[in-house]
């Protein structure tokens, strides 16, 4: 079995660009750990750690915003999360 190389950060946001799909967290997320993965050799064992730690909490948080909406995503019925905006004709809302 042979690995297909792992592209850069450049050609990974020069093919995301191309396909416009450059605005999606989870894609930008990929750009991140790319560029991250890309600079490790330049900074020191403890700030690899602490920014791998962050991109995972950032992750864990994305996650976040797609729990319940699989009725949105699959049936196309829109119905609004609590944790991106408040529900319409809630306090919150303006």
């Known amino acids: 079995m042979t690995l297909e190389p792992i592209p850069s950060a450049a050609e990974l946001a020069a093919y995301l660009e191309a ?9 930008l ?7 991250l993965r890309e600079a490790r050799s330049k900074i020191s064992p403890e700030e690899y750690l602490l ?6 909490a950032d992750l864990m948080r994305l ?3 797609w729990k ?3 009725s949105e995503v699959l ?5 609004p999360s609590a944790l991106i905006e408040p529900l319409p004709g809630s306090p919150e809302d303006r």
């Open 19 to 27: 396909r416009g799909e450059m605005v999606k967290p989870a894609n």
């Open 51 to 56: 920014r791998v730690e962050q991109a995972h």
């Open 68 to 70: 319940d909406r699989d």
């Open 29 to 35: 997320h990929l750009l991140r750990l790319a560029k």
């Open 75 to 79: 049936s196309g019925t829109y119905i």
């Open 63 to 65: 996650s976040e915003l």
